[in-house]
């Protein structure tokens, strides 16, 4: 719904949100996204991995709901992980 202003101009009503859980299911298990990291970010996402290498960045692969799948080194090996379990990557920014 649409109304006019003293001035002519109009004044849309707010776009419906997504809840989490529609937001979550956007991707149906077959879209998935890598994120940059840094050592930092992926002790504190990936706690169990010991020993990650500090001063490079990582890439970490995300299913479209944001959980975290694998991390690695490398761009290339997170697009492979994502090729070989047929997920389509997408880009985020």
Do not use: C, W
């Amino acid at each position: 719904m649409e109304r006019k202003s003293r001035n002519s101009q109009k004044s849309a009503l707010p776009a419906a949100l997504m809840s989490m859980s529609e937001l979550a299911k956007l991707g149906g298990g077959k879209v998935a996204y890598i994120k940059v990291m840094t050592h930092d970010e992926a002790r504190e996402l990936f706690p169990a991995v010991e020993d990650l290498p500090e001063g490079i960045d990582l890439f970490s692969l995300h299913a479209a709901d944001g959980t975290p799948l694998i991390l690695t080194d490398s761009r290339q090996a997170a697009v492979g992980h994502a090729i070989g379990d047929e997920l389509e990557v997408a880009s985020v920014h």
